[in-house]
């Protein structure tokens, strides 16, 4: 294969309500960069071009280990194995999103101009609701701050629709937020029950 996934972190410490990650997976935990680098290596070796990092939350990447949110310092140290031609970061929780990643996407040839970050919605009723931790205002703030940062970056994102006690203008505001932001690619679900949740 020409890509692989590679999992930076397991688990998820975020209170969404409509999640059973932090059941299933348990609390974040991160792997050591050395790791991961080591890592990347192999997988050049075997001819892989792509790595597509990937956890249930990347932006909390190094809080647990190194005391601090430390996806950007991963980033430079994988970009810099040789043979490693594209980095794609997929799962980013935009709650505290760690905004010194993006100049390091910006000024690093080989990481994609691409971010998928499940917003899940747009309505600040429903977010606070789904215990998101964010507003519409400071959704839409982060989104301009990456896209002034990144300049064409696309961004990849989903929604839940039917959340209980989604009402229909929750619903409208969600797709006039949708129709304003002009997301590159999009996934919409059904909201369902989890278990404990």
């Known amino acids: ?13 975020n209170p969404c309500s409509f999640c059973a990650i932090p059941i299933m997976r348990g609390k ?6 050395e790791e991961l680098v080591a890592e990347a290596g192999a997988l050049v070796r075997r001819g892989v071009k792509e790595l597509v990092l ?10 647990d280990i190194y005391g601090k949110r430390s996806l950007d310092e991963l980033l ?10 594209w980095i794609r970061l997929m799962y980013a929780y935009p709650s505290k999103f760690p905004r010194e990643i ?9 990481i994609a101009t691409y971010l998928d970050m499940p917003l ?3 309505s600040t009723n429903m977010l606070k609701s789904m215990r998101r931790g964010i507003t519409r205002r400071t959704t839409e703030d982060l989104l301009a701050h990456i896209r002034d940062t990144v300049p064409g970056i696309t961004l990849r994102t989903t929604f839940i629709v039917g ?3 989604e009402t ?9 937020f949708v129709r304003e932001q002009e997301f590159g690619r999009m996934g919409v679900f059904e909201y369902s029950q989890e278990d404990d949740t």
Not at 3 to 11: P, T
Not at 76 to 85: I, K, P, Q, Y
């Open 1 to 13: 294969k020409h890509y692989a996934y590679v999992k930076i972190s397991e688990g998820c410490d």
């Open 28 to 33: 974040h935990r991160s792997r050591p960069m």
């Open 54 to 63: 990937i956890a249930q939350d990347l932006t909390c990447y190094g809080l």
């Open 76 to 85: 430079r140290r994988l970009s810099d194995v040789e043979g490693v031609l």
């Open 102 to 110: 993006l100049p390091v996407i910006a000024e690093r040839s080989n």
């Open 120 to 122: 899940q919605h747009a």
């Open 163 to 165: 959340y209980p006690s």
């Open 168 to 176: 229909e203008a929750d619903f409208e505001e969600l797709c006039d």
